[in-house]
């Protein structure tokens, strides 16, 4: 038995370990830029919400003060 032929064996079994580790590691990266864009996009509706309150209420002390 030749002892080079013995190390290609377990290099071959890692081949397929690492190729998983790096799908877990894209599709943990995908997930996390997702959320981010999820989060991103609830921020600029809550941003909009909260201005046309505050435009609502501008007008009705207005409305009200004179």
Do not use: H, W
Request: charged residues 35%; contains cysteine; proline residues 5%.
């Amino acid at each position: 038995m030749d002892p080079g032929a013995r190390k290609e064996r377990p290099k071959a079994r890692e081949a397929p370990a690492r190729l998983e580790k790096a799908k877990q590691r894209s599709a943990q990266q995908e997930l996390k830029q997702r959320q981010r864009a999820e989060i991103y996009a609830l921020n600029r509706v809550m941003t909009e919400l909260e201005q046309q309150q505050f435009d609502s209420f501008c007008r009705q002390m207005q409305a009200g003060g004179k």
